[in-house]
């Protein structure tokens, strides 16, 4: 479950305007809610900055308390966000760790500063292998849904550096569908489905899968990769991520899309 919110993490929407957009989620196991999570984003033609948190609850956060808050920010140049920082800190039962990216004005990988309980634990030099010319998850979703708002696809790959490792994120389309709106998730109308895969490249991976790359082949032994539909929430705005779906060896995990707040208008 932990790993499945971060694989959260790559899908947060995009505002559509200057205003500040505000959505929530809940992740549904079994039908359960065991996690929930908002997301807050403000854009100008020039910047854009995100920041999300979530949290596990109910039965699952007592078995497993995590929380997490994730910012990125950075500019837009040429359609085409590159971050300036990403900061995320997690707290995992009382231990909470944060790493802090930083980025030159062009969006090149800087330095990685990693703070645990407070005691400072920053690398010191880092593989240009593991660096070069990669960006942070969110980045990378907020250009894939631009390609979904101009293209009317998903399809794209973008290489992250998360701090040990370097990995390559695809999107790939799966056609589109029309949602219909339920007790669990709001949106109604078309929404582009894709499939989301991430490849180890370079780092401290394990010989064998574990984490979200387990999850992740797990779903494929069920011939499905984990998948994402991103719809059209407000008229002529970006496509943004409406639902996620995560199959495992012990059930399928759903993110749906609960409410959604345009500058002083909720929906």
Known sequence: MKRFLLFILIFYPLQIAQAKTTLTYKVFAGGVNAVEAKMSVERTPDTYKLFFEAHTRGFLGKLAPWSGSFESYGHTQKKVHTPQKHTSISTWRKEKETKEFFYTPKGIFKTLKITEDGIDKSPGTIDKKLTDQTIDLLAATMN??????????????????????????????????????????????????CSVEIKPLAGKWHKKPRGWLSIQEQGRQHDTLPAVWFGQVEKNGLYMPVKIRVKTNYGTLFMHLKRIEISDDPV
Do not use: V
């Not at 009317?152 to 790939?172: A, V």
């Open 144 to 193: 894939i849904m631009r390609t979904a708002q101009t293209s009317k696809t998903c399809e794209g790959k973008s290489e992250i550096f998360d701090g040990k490792r370097r990995f390559e994120l695809m999107f790939k389309p799966e056609g589109t569908e029309t949602l219909t709106k339920s007790r669990y998730n709001i949106y109604s109308g078309n929404a582009i489905k």
